[in-house]
């Protein structure tokens, strides 16, 4: 399934702006209490908890913000791909998403942690994991989820391979996530992770939004207190932002 690309637009687009709005709104994306320490011991100016897109009416808006960034991002796709555990409902709902709000209708997979014995067996879960697949997760940190999911993937090019489905080649075409935080993966790396992950597997990283996308979007709102939100964003921006 292909999706249509977008016209290239500098601003905002108008689901960015929804995202964020419902992030701010929701506590997702908090300033309150900074500096928030990151796992990796930094302190952020800001913290973004992807974990409380928890109820119906949030996943239903996140869903359709990661649709429209698919849409836009022009990436041409057969079936999504959640990883266990939080990528299951955002693949989900971001295929409902797609053929309620753009017509188009493509399967979607996950996968178990420990495979079933019974039943239909196995470690994946839904349509066939086969074509170009465009995995949906919330955040990448070290990238070690998306190498897991890459492994998922390359094991069922091999499964579909052994029984002559020749037409159907599988491979990852892409990653959809919550936030590209814009920051160096390592105190020594110039490059974040998702530039990492984009060079080691030669496939685009869509983010729903940026780190870039979100001091747009606080300096949009005016105030005395945004204002020194964005003085700290765009401080650790100039410490950990990556080239």
């Not at 984009?198 to 780190?211: H, I, K, S």
Request: glycine share 10%.
């Amino acid at each position: 399934m292909s999706a249509p690309k977008s016209k290239d637009n500098t601003a905002l687009e108008a689901y960015q702006t929804s995202y964020l709005s419902l992030s701010l709104s929701s506590g997702i994306l908090s300033f309150d209490g900074a500096p928030y320490t990151l796992k990796s011991g930094r302190k952020s100016p800001y913290f973004f908890n992807a974990g409380l897109f928890n109820t119906g009416t949030k996943i239903d808006a996140v869903a359709s913000c990661y649709a429209s960034a698919i849409v836009n991002s022009g990436v041409q796709f057969d079936v999504l791909f959640g990883p266990a555990y939080k990528g299951i409902p955002l693949a989900a709902c971001t295929a409902l998403a797609l053929s309620r709000d753009h017509g188009i209708d493509v399967g979607f997979c996950y996968n178990r942690k420990e495979a079933k014995t019974h039943g239909e067996g196995g470690t994946l879960v839904g349509a066939p994991l086969q074509g170009r697949v465009l995995v949906i997760d919330d955040v990448m940190t070290a990238g070690t989820a998306i190498g897991e999911a890459v492994s998922i993937i390359e094991n069922a090019a091999k499964t579909n391979a052994a029984k002559g489905d020749a037409a159907a080649e599988t491979k990852m075409v892409g990653i959809v996530i919550a936030l590209d935080r814009q920051e160096r993966a390592t105190e020594e790396s110039p490059e974040s992770t998702v530039s990492m992950v984009q060079r080691r597997y030669g496939v685009p990283v869509v983010p729903v939004v940026t780190l870039a996308d979100i001091i747009t979007y606080i300096e949009s709102l005016g105030g005395e207190d945004n204002e020194k939100a964005i003085q700290g964003m765009k401080e650790y921006r100039q410490k950990y932002g990556a080239q």
